[in-house]
Nanobody, 126 residues
Framework: QVQLVESGGGLVQAGGSLRLSCAAS????????MAWFRQAPGKEREFVAA????????YYADSVKGRFTISRDNAKNTMYLQMNSLKPADTAAYYC???????????????????WGQGTQVTASS
């Protein structure tokens, strides 16, 4: 059973930075696509970024391009999200997600991911 555990959330002033981590276990992660989603109170969950575990292909939501960077450390089975220049609009619960490479659904849609972490809260205050 695949398990995903996020960490690194917190409270930061607007303009500040945070790095989220997602520790993965229970699977062969070279065969997975990994992603970050976020959900603010009263809003639907939205795509933030995704990365192919076995390569360097990465995808970003327009709202975070140039500010957020997704990466992974294969040796540690860990994915990261470096968040710079945080804005109050980035405030949300951030979730780590995973799906098999053989799943050819929309990479930007949360319905195509099979495994989820419990979430970590990020708050950027103005």
């Amino acid at each position: 059973q695949v398990q995903l555990v996020e960490s690194g959330g917190g409270l930061v002033q607007a303009g500040g930075s945070l790095r989220l981590s997602c520790a993965a276990s229970g699977g062969t992660f070279s065969s997975y696509v990994m992603a970050w989603f976020r959900q603010a109170p009263g809003k639907e969950r939205e795509f933030v970024a995704a990365i192919f575990w076995s390569g360097d292909m990465a995808y970003y939501a327009d709202s975070v391009k140039g500010r957020f960077t997704i990466s992974r450390d294969n040796a540690k089975n860990t994915m990261y999200l470096q968040m710079n220049s945080l804005k109050p609009a980035d405030t949300a619960a951030y979730y780590c997600a995973a799906r098999m490479l053989t799943n050819f659904g929309d990479i930007y849609s949360d319905t195509t991911y099979d495994y989820w972490g419990q979430g970590t809260q990020v708050t950027a205050s103005s």
